[in-house]
């Protein structure tokens, strides 16, 4: 008999542990479902479960009976019907349904009003009004529609009903209403597309006493059964049952899924690096015209026709050889007639202010599902129009995170949108329409400066800033998007123990070891005398351990723990106690890896290291785009700047520590290294853009490369040197217009193996 999890609070669970609950309460109604369709039902709490362990403490019900069972293996499959209220215990649920072995029915549960609104105000044809605040006096009834989503994503409304002020409950028959439902319903389909993880969820509306009725809010399932148990025990049971049938399909389709995946072995589209070329763009104009191409900035205007059309206010060119035209954006691509209305357009004066109109059919403007209200570049080559730069921001599976004010923090990317104009949106690949290859996200409104929810096709290329993501569909769009999704993998910590025996950089990289044995660590130690320890999957000196021989006792250790604010010092007398205090600290039950511990050059005695930032500027290209020195705080080892380090310049550094070497040796010695590096990484079958390389550099001057970061942060950058903090974030931006042949007007203002310069604020050679 297969198993489906349930999720209580806490308060629920004692309830139901204390058995003070009746024999026919919701929880019976849940096993008794469970039962009819040959499942087992088991009640847990988040509080319980163990996300490193995968067990959990559990309570079945049988014959009435409540018995608890202390640990369990977590379900595959886990029905959610609680809404949880205190952050660490959302923060689990989101880690329970980003694990890869879980599925969770209901991530959430409501959706806030202000976000409901705005996503509802982008579908302009959506006619639908919103309760005000001030409108409760006037409110008559207030009608609720339950929503339960099928595994193919239709929508059932198995209820509606009405509630007066009184909190009286009046059934209502499905044709008494048939507006109400069918708006519902639009509601429900625009839900799902934007927050996929939600399976059950009530639409509430306001009768007002004028006879119309305006959206109030959502509301959470918990909310309707109790409703229904009440009133109609019937439809509370088949409410109740929903759920463990779309469970039950889901365990199905899973068994499914491990047969085939037993008998033969799943293709992946490769992933070399054999990427497509860029064109160059010939003194970074925008307009270009010669025997290859044409490119000029356009803005669309529509016109109706039913014939899928395009017209082109230029001059006749041999790249159109034919009246039919293929024309894509982002990776949807369509046949279309093409007309070329010959008239004089000042091209030298083309700019993104100053578009050319192309006229667009609405036929091929749906088919195409181009947002008409921004400025693109267009580029003929070869009897094909291209029009975009069309950028995705590839972000992770929490979706009910992904609002207006969530994407903020990625605006200061797109400060000067106006270089490069087209469509920037944000999106997970959840809310991706595989058939129609449309994708459902925040847009960029480069007018208001604001993010929009908004919907259009899968971009050309495509930026990862998420690594909580299903595999399968990543390597769909890598093909899809003809491998222009960049920052592919995730380069853990570890993966620097794959580049040990390159023989380009192997003397720069200090032995380092996934830990899988004690004996290996305590033999490691007994040779280097001093090591480091560190947690593969996180970052900004989280986790890391620093161990070394205890010099007065000759068995003896001494573990530094800088997990906390407040470093922890442990003395152990053996390896006996070492691993006992090792597994205390729950190192083994986590993936950690050591590495020689490099005594780091110090100014003022304090610990630094180098962060330097390498980007792609084409697909050829890699460059320094800054460097700056992180210096630990007082008393600390660490130099994060998220444990109260500060930035400096490497030329402030070099002048400070005295070292026998000048700036401009050790800047040389540092990117000769760090490009090295990204070289060796372009041989192997990953596409990436972007790396933060922390440097140590030892009493000597010698350059180690300590980590490689693929989402570094820039916090040190952003105080030290604003201006240069921008240009950094812009970059993949750039890159990304670059990958599709497109161009950013204006030098990108570097050129190669630039680094900061105090003295005058900006990047030299």
Request: with cysteine; net charge neutral; glycine share 4%.
């Amino acid at each position: 008999m297969n198993t489906v999890g349930v999720l209580l609070s806490k308060r629920e669970w004692s309830k139901l542990f204390s058995q003070k609950n009746k024999k026919d309460e919701i929880w019976h109604i849940y096993a008794k479902k469970g039962r009819e369709l040959d499942l087992k039902i088991q009640f847990f709490t988040l509080t319980d479960i163990s996300l490193e362990s995968l067990k959990t403490q559990a309570i079945e019900i049988q014959n009435n009976s409540m018995i608890k069972k202390d640990t369990v293996d977590i379900p595959s499959i886990i029905y959610n019907p609680t809404i949880f209220y205190k952050k660490k215990y959302n923060k689990k649920l989101r880690e329970l349904s980003n694990h890869p072995k879980f599925q969770v029915l209901n991530e959430h549960h409501i959706i806030k009003k202000k976000e409901l609104c705005a996503l509802l105000d982008s579908y302009s044809d959506l006619k639908i009004d919103f309760e005000e605040e001030n409108d409760a006096n006037n409110t008559l009834f207030t009608l609720y529609v339950l929503g339960q989503k099928k595994l193919n994503n239709k929508w059932k409304s198995p209820i509606m009903y009405a509630k007066d002020s009184n909190q009286k409950l009046y059934y209502l028959e499905d044709a008494s209403l048939d507006v109400l439902w069918e708006c519902s319903q639009r509601v429900l389909d625009i839900i799902h597309l934007y927050y996929p993880g939600i399976f059950e969820i009530g639409i509430v509306f306001s009768l007002n006493k004028n006879g119309s009725y305006s959206l109030s809010s959502t509301c959470s399932i918990n909310t309707i059964v109790k409703d229904i148990f009440e009133y109609n025990i019937k439809m509370c049971e088949k409410i109740c049952k929903f759920p463990f049938k779309v469970a039950k399909e889901l365990l199905q389709q899973k068994n499914a899924h491990d047969e085939i995946s037993n008998e033969y072995s799943l293709a992946y589209p490769s992933q070399s690096t054999e990427l497509l070329s860029i064109p160059e763009s010939e003194d970074n104009q925008i307009m270009l015209s010669n025997e290859e191409s044409i490119n000029l900035w356009i803005k669309f205007k529509e016109f109706q026709d039913k014939e899928m059309c395009l017209k082109l206010p230029m001059p006749q060119s041999k790249l159109i050889t034919s009246g039919q035209i293929s024309i894509q954006f982002g990776i949807n691509e369509q046949t279309c007639k093409i007309d070329i209305i010959e008239r004089d357009f000042p091209v030298k004066q083309n700019s993104y202010t100053n578009p050319a109109e192309v006229m667009i059919s609405s036929s091929l403007l749906r088919k195409l599902h181009i947002p008409m209200d921004l400025i693109y570049q267009l580029k003929i080559s070869n009897d094909k129009v291209i029009i975009g730069p069309s950028i995705g921001l590839l972000l992770g599976e929490n979706n009910q995170l992904y609002n207006p004010t969530y994407m903020e923090k990625y605006s200061d990317r797109l400060m000067e949108y106006e270089k490069f104009g087209g469509l920037v949106i944000a999106f997970s690949t959840r809310s991706i329409d595989w058939e129609e290859k449309i994708a459902y996200g925040m847009m960029y409104d480069p007018t208001e400066k604001k993010w929009r929810y908004d919907s259009a096709p899968i971009p050309a290329a495509l930026y990862r800033r998420n690594f909580h993501q299903n595999l399968d569909r990543i390597n769909q769009l890598i093909e899809m998007t003809n491998k222009n999704l960049f920052n592919s993998h995730y380069f853990k910590k570890s993966d620097l123990i794959l580049l040990k025996d390159e023989k380009e950089i192997r003397n720069h990289v200090p032995a380092t070891y996934l830990l899988k044995k004690i004996d290996d660590l305590i033999e490691f130690v007994q040779d280097r005398e001093k090591v480091i320890l560190k947690p593969v999957s996180l970052s900004r000196g989280r986790g890391i351990f620093i161990l070394e021989k205890n010099q007065k006792q000759d068995d003896g250790y001494i573990l530094y723990d800088h997990q906390n604010e407040f470093l922890r010092r442990y003395l152990i007398p053996d390896t006996k106690g070492l691993g006992e205090m090792l597994k205390k600290l729950n190192i083994f039950n986590k993936q950690y890896l050591y590495q020689t511990y490099i005594p780091l050059l110090k100014i003022n005695n304090r610990p630094l290291d180098v962060r330097v930032v390498m980007q792609k500027y084409d697909i050829k290209s890699w460059k320094c785009s800054g460097i700056e020195c992180r210096v630990a705080g007082e008393n600390e080892v660490l130099t994060n700047i998220a444990r109260g380090g500060e930035a400096m310049t490497l030329e402030e550094v070099v002048i400070g520590t005295g070292i026998n070497q000048s700036y401009d040796e050790i800047n040389e010695s540092i990117i000769n290294l760090c490009q090295k590096f990204c070289n060796l990484i372009d041989k192997k079958d990953e596409h990436y853009a972007e790396f933060g390389l922390d440097i140590g550099l030892d009493q000597e001057g010698f350059p180690w490369i300590i980590e490689a970061n693929i989402f570094p942060s820039f916090k040190g950058f952003k105080e030290m040197d604003y201006e240069m903090y921008l240009k950094i974030r812009s970059q993949p931006i750039f890159y990304a217009v670059h990958l599709q042949g497109f161009s950013v007007s204006e030098s990108e203002v570097w050129s190669s193996c630039e680094t900061y310069n105090n003295k005058n604020s900006h990047f030299k050679s």
